[in-house]
């Protein structure tokens, strides 16, 4: 048989195979992509029940059921792909018993654990129409005007933290060789967007070299005369960074991490003896990092003093405002972030602050063409010279996200987000008052913004601990007895709060504090709830033996 034969042979089989498809099966899979009145009919049945289930969740007062965590896992151990398309009703109902059901009310104005709250109403239609249109925020051929409403976005922000001269923004806003800020998947991403653009800026092309990006890190710090590369900051700055340090090929060992002071900021003098102590060894410092709003207590680091000893030493100075950072919309507290402004990166998330969903994190850079440092191209797409938002980023395809946070700064405003911001420190404030008025809670710091730690301490521990006598087994005993009541709490599941681990910096004990931690940002949390939170715990303890 001749080859042509064969290939012809070959050929009507694959026709005949694919015609041999169930009709039913293809009739029920074109269902779903068609646009017909069958399909929306389908569509508005689908939306009549989730939109049901969406208010039944969102007035939910409890955080959470109460199902043991072992019953809900084996909900979910079928390994299998259905041979055949599942009856979408039958699929909606499982949904609604094995995951509405029992996810967590982030909503609920009684949890206030995590840096996670409601969201504004206009985010559930616009999710819809953003679904939708299924945009691609990588390239301008998949997502042509997001991409110059998420660069408007981004330059709004960025005028916030920066606040440059109008012809600054009329120059780069929509100037494809700038970049005035990435949209990415979260503060993670973000920070390690900032440390990678350090990194290259420092070890770039010159005189022959091609630079880090081409030939590697070992290569590049050989080249320039360094020994070794660093990123130097807090104690408390976020994990991220211990990523950023392994992925940027420097290991974790080379994350330095300065001591905190007792309101959760980096000892300045440390860190300036740290930077000193680097340029002696001869190590690159790729980046300092300003912490503000740290994530288990919220405090907020000195940035004009980080600034200053990151212009001396010459090193990239990053702020992780993926918390704190809009305070910058209040006039009452935008003090605290003093210095921001100096920062040659910054990173904010928007699915904390800014209320926006899950999915929304930022980096902004005082200097436009700094992520040039990292932009990469290819020939089906990211074109040099495009619009392209893929080519200078970590993350390439990706949802439309932009258009959330373009929403969020238009129809909440900068007044509208100074409210939210005001309220959450005031409620955080009023939080802290109730715990130093009340004899079972010992708070363990002031709050810098709107997060605050205490503890629950036992009846039997309480006249040693007002006289300062605690001992390091006293301490160990209390600290299992509040890990004990954080638990019983998440499982109770009428109210929540997280718990964290602290050193003892007020009285020098050598065992570490279990402290509760309390996240104030859900706009709808009053203070009845928040007496209500406490007064839970109160008689959970009550039943606590030790």
């Known amino acids: ?54 208010q039944d969740f969102l007035n939910a007062i409890d955080s959470n059921t109460n199902i043991d965590l072992e019953l809900l896992l084996e909900k979910f151990t079928d390994s299998k792909i259905p041979v055949q398309p599942s009856n979408f009703e039958s699929y909606l109902k499982y949904i609604g018993n094995n995951v509405v059901a029992h996810s967590i009310h ?66 780069h806003i929509q100037n494809n060789l700038s970049t005035l800020g990435i949209l990415v998947s979260g503060g993670t991403v973000a920070n390690i967007t900032a440390v990678w653009c350090a990194r290259n800026a420092s070890l770039g092309p010159k005189d022959g070299f091609l630079g880090v990006e081409k030939e590697g890190l070992a290569a590049a710090l050989d080249f320039y005369g360094y020994k070794g590369a660093v990123i130097i900051g807090s104690d408390l700055m976020h994990f991220s960074f211990d990523k950023a340090a392994d992925l940027m090929g ?37 980046a300092i990092v300003g912490v503000a709003g740290t994530t288990d207590s919220g405090g907020v680091d000195s940035l004009i003093d980080i600034a200053e000893i990151a212009h001396q030493a010459n090193a990239h100075f990053h702020v992780d405002a993926a918390w704190g950072g809009p305070l910058i919309f209040s006039e009452q507290y935008r003090y605290k972030l003093a210095g921001i402004e100096k ?13 926006l969903p899950m999915g929304i994190g930022m980096v902004f850079f005082s200097d436009p063409h700094l992520a040039g440092a990292i932009e990469k191209q290819a020939s089906y797409t990211m074109r040099k ?79 040693v601990h007002s006289i300062n006598q605690l001992t390091d087994i006293d301490n160990q005993i209390i600290n299992n007895f509040n890990e004990c009541l954080q638990k019983s709490q998440r499982q109770i599941g009428h109210t929540f709060i997280s718990r964290t681990t602290k050193k003892d910096i007020k009285f020098g004990s050598e065992t570490p504090i279990v402290a509760m931690r309390a996240v104030i940002a859900n706009p709808l949390t009053t203070e009845e709830d928040i007496r209500a939170v406490l007064n839970e715990q109160i008689e959970i303890a009550a039943k606590i033996q030790i």
């Open 343 to 355: 920062a040659d990166s910054v990173t904010i998330d928007g699915h904390k602050q800014l209320y």
């Open 106 to 171: 982030t909503s609920s104005p009684r949890f206030i654990g995590h840096m996670t709250s409601a969201l504004p109403s206009f985010v559930r239609p616009l999710a819809k129409l953003m679904t939708a249109m299924n945009q691609n925020a990588v390239k301008i051929e998949t997502a042509k005007a997001l991409s110059f409403c998420e660069r408007e976005a981004l330059a709004m922000l960025h005028r916030q933290i920066y606040n440059f001269s109008d012809n600054f923004y009329n120059q």
């Open 1 to 54: 048989m001749t080859s042509s034969k064969q290939e012809m042979l070959n050929k009507n089989s694959f026709f005949e195979s694919e015609q041999t498809f169930d009709n039913g099966i293809e009739e029920q899979v074109m269902q779903l992509f068609a646009s017909c009145n069958q399909a929306i009919s389908i569509e508005k049945q689908i939306d009549e029940i989730t939109d049901s289930w969406s």
């Open 385 to 463: 010279g495009s619009f392209d938002l893929g080519k200078r980023a970590l993350e390439g395809s990706r949802p439309g996200m932009a258009l959330f946070l373009h929403a969020g700064l238009k129809l909440i405003g900068v007044k509208g987000y100074e409210f939210l911001i005001n309220e959450g420190i005031r409620k955080t404030q009023y939080m802290a008052a109730c715990i130093s008025a009340m004899p079972e809670f010992e708070l363990l710091a002031e709050p810098d913004t709107n997060l605050l730690t205490y503890r629950y301490i036992p009846k039997r521990f309480r006249r």
């Open 250 to 286: 420097i290991g974790t060992n080379s994350l330095i991490r300065i001591p905190a002071d007792r309101n959760n900021r980096v000892d300045i003098q440390a860190l300036r003896q740290t930077v000193v102590n680097c340029q002696a060894k001869n190590l690159l410092i790729i």
